[in-house]
Nanobody, 114 residues
Framework: QVQLVESGGGLVQPGGSLRLSCVASGSVFSGALMSWYRQPPGKQRELVAR???????RYWDLATGRFTISRDNDKKTVYLQMNNLKPEDTAVYYCNLFLGVNYWGKGTQVTVSA
């Protein structure tokens, strides 16, 4: 059984930064593709960034240049460093682990507002 627990969300002013963390239980983390998604209010869930088992990263347009995904396999943790946050980044951010099956965390709220 894999469980994912996100943390690090909160209220931040435009231009500010946050670092999200997602800790995984179980023994599958190092072999899994890890991703961060987000779901803005009233909108569909969307992919933000992805990191492979080897550390290769991919960013979707909304994150390019502002967000950085990383992972620590020893700590079974994936991070999302978010800089220069904008009001449109307001969303619930979800951690995803994929290893043939998708696993999701419950999400952490990020609110960007003055």
């Amino acid at each position: 059984q894999v469980q994912l627990v996100e943390s690090g969300g909160g209220l931040v002013q435009p231009g500010g930064s946050l670092r999200l963390s997602c800790v995984a239980s179980g023994s599958v983390f190092s072999g899994a593709l890890m991703s961060w998604y987000r779901q803005p209010p009233g909108k569909q869930r969307e992919l933000v960034a992805r990191i492979s088992t080897s550390g290769s990263t991919r960013y979707w347009d909304l994150a390019t240049g502002r967000f950085t995904i990383s992972r620590d396999n020893d700590k079974k943790t994936v991070y999302l460093q978010m800089n220069n946050l904008k009001p449109e980044d307001t969303a619930v951010y979800y951690c995803n682990l994929f290893l043939g099956v998708n696993y999701w965390g419950k999400g952490t709220q990020v609110t960007v507002s003055a």
